[in-house]
């Protein structure tokens, strides 16, 4: 037997705590550079993907599908894929990530990709500058409508 039996069988966590063999398990697999100690980066990629994990795990999100709408003047044949406000809207909040209720310049960038956005980052960057009043760098619920506004103009606009 070894002189750490704790060590040689797997510790359950008690409630929303973690056991100490888990954290141990999160430091390996984390830990970069080997040192048992989480730089600032490496604790950002594991809560990253710990709460998109759990996000994922309590939210199933219903994939949207485009509504095909009659548009003569596009390219490439007689329809041309565009979202409703209602499916832009459900989109953005779906890219909500972490759940807190607003969206970082990263969930927009995303987001404006699946609605199809050819160049998502210039446009979630003048989306976020557009509509974010409060100048928090993050764009709230009630900042939203702008944000929607702009995608409506862009993603869904007339093609020449």
């Known amino acids: 037997m070894s002189t750490n039996a704790l060590n040689d069988h797997h510790v359950p966590a008690q409630g929303n705590y973690m056991s100490e063999q888990e ?9 970069k550079n080997g040192d048992s100690i989480l730089t600032k980066d ?4 594991l809560i990253m993907e710990q709460a998109a994990s759990h996000h994922h795990q309590q939210v199933k999100p219903q994939k949207v599908e485009p509504k095909k709408v009659p548009d ?8 041309k894929m565009r979202l409703s406000r209602d499916e ?20 927009l960038i995303k987001a ?3 609605c199809g956005s050819l ?20 764009i709230s619920m009630d900042e939203l409508e702008k944000v929607l506004d702009y995608a409506d103009r862009v ?3 007339p093609k020449k």
């Open 119 to 138: 160049n998502s980052f210039s446009k979630a960057n003048y989306a976020l500058n557009l509509a974010d009043a409060d100048g928090d760098n993050y």
């Open 23 to 31: 954290a141990n398990t999160l430091i390996k697999k984390y830990d």
């Open 112 to 114: 404006f990709n699946m």
């Open 72 to 79: 003569e003047k596009a390219s490439g044949g007689p329809y």
């Open 155 to 157: 993603i869904n606009r």
């Open 42 to 45: 490496e604790l950002t990629a």
């Open 88 to 107: 832009m809207r459900e989109i953005f909040l779906e890219h909500d990530i972490d759940g807190d209720g607003h969206l970082t310049r990263s969930e």
